[in-house]
């Protein structure tokens, strides 16, 4: 089981993890949905946490159909992470169509090469979403997949997370295909009813980790130990 936690700071890492975050996402902006942090803090928030940190890479809010110009300052971001050591990427890009655009994707690894790739939400942007789970799946840079089953939060998409998470299993394009991450509007209070549809191993949480449930609040140890207490018990009763 895996719980990922978003952070904005290294401080912000360093109490994820006291609260039992077995992964951070950085982010920036995350009003915006997340976009890519100051990148001259990356030595800094490497050196916070000894968990794995994954780096949004994403020049904007918006649209996740990226012009050239975007898509070179995306690429020379995920050179300076690489060359940090110790980070990998959170990223997305689409066709105008709905497609996961394959062509700026590669351009994305390959800039990156020694790294390891999530394709954040963009996903649920897809159409079909199963489509895109099979594209992904010919990328092995590309690890996890988060989404919330094209739904503005996981609870709504449970039984399209359900399905992804079946075809995720058995999709044999390469030897390890992309994981399902599944996070939007998860909480202490909805998980037990979600892991129970989904049976999903890998959760993604952001405002459920803040007080108040405010995505501008400090981060609170606590929400994220009642989470990783919720989850450790799912685990337990299977």
């Given at each position: 089981?895996?719980?990922?936690?978003?952070?904005y700071?290294?401080e912000?890492?360093?109490?994820?993890v006291?609260?039992?975050?077995?992964?951070?996402?950085?982010?920036?902006?995350?009003?915006?949905?997340?976009v890519t942090p100051?990148?001259?803090?990356?030595?800094?928030?490497?050196?916070?946490?000894?968990?794995?940190?994954?780096?949004?890479?994403?020049?904007?809010?918006?649209?996740?159909?990226?012009?050239?110009?975007?898509?070179?300052?995306?690429?020379?971001?995920?050179?300076?992470?690489?060359?940090?050591?110790?980070?990998?990427?959170v990223?997305?890009v689409?066709?105008?169509?709905?497609?996961?655009?394959?062509?700026?994707?590669?351009?994305?690894?390959?800039?990156g090469?020694?790294?390891?790739?999530?394709?954040?939400r963009?996903?649920?942007?897809?159409?079909?979403?199963?489509?895109?789970?099979?594209?992904?799946?010919?990328?092995?840079?590309?690890?996890?997949i988060?989404?919330?089953?094209g739904?503005?939060?996981?609870p709504?998409?449970?039984?399209?997370?359900?399905?992804l998470?079946?075809?995720?299993?058995?999709?044999?394009?390469?030897?390890?295909?992309?994981?399902?991450?599944?996070?939007?509007?998860l909480?202490?209070?909805?998980?037990?009813?979600?892991?129970?549809?989904?049976?999903?191993?890998?959760?993604?949480?952001?405002?459920?980790?803040?007080?108040?449930?405010?995505?501008?609040a400090?981060?609170?140890?606590?929400?994220?130990?009642?989470?990783?207490?919720?989850?450790?018990s799912?685990?337990e009763?299977r």
């Amino acid at each position: 089981m895996l719980l990922e936690v978003i952070a904005y700071t290294p401080e912000d890492a360093v109490l994820a993890v006291q609260g039992g975050a077995d992964r951070i996402e950085w982010i920036a902006d995350p009003l915006s949905g997340g976009v890519t942090p100051d990148l001259s803090q990356a030595a800094q928030m490497r050196s916070a946490v000894q968990v794995p940190i994954r780096v949004m890479v994403r020049t904007r809010g918006g649209s996740f159909v990226y012009t050239e110009d975007e898509l070179r300052g995306m690429r020379r971001d995920i050179r300076r992470i690489q060359a940090v050591g110790g980070l990998d990427v959170v990223t997305g890009v689409l066709t105008p169509d709905g497609a996961v655009d394959t062509s700026a994707l590669e351009e994305l690894v390959n800039a990156g090469q020694r790294l390891a790739f999530t394709f954040h939400r963009a996903f649920d942007e897809a159409k079909p979403l199963h489509r895109a789970l099979e594209v992904l799946s010919v990328y092995p840079q590309v690890t996890d997949i988060l989404t919330s089953g094209g739904a503005k939060a996981a609870p709504k998409g449970a039984s399209v997370i359900a399905e992804l998470l079946r075809r995720s299993a058995i999709t044999e394009s390469k030897p390890a295909p992309p994981r399902i991450l599944a996070g939007a509007g998860l909480t202490a209070d909805n998980l037990r009813p979600f892991l129970d549809a989904t049976h999903a191993r890998r959760i993604h949480i952001g405002s459920a980790a803040r007080f108040g449930g405010n995505p501008l609040a400090r981060i609170d140890p606590q929400r994220i130990s009642e989470i990783r207490r919720i989850l450790q018990s799912h685990i337990e009763q299977r």
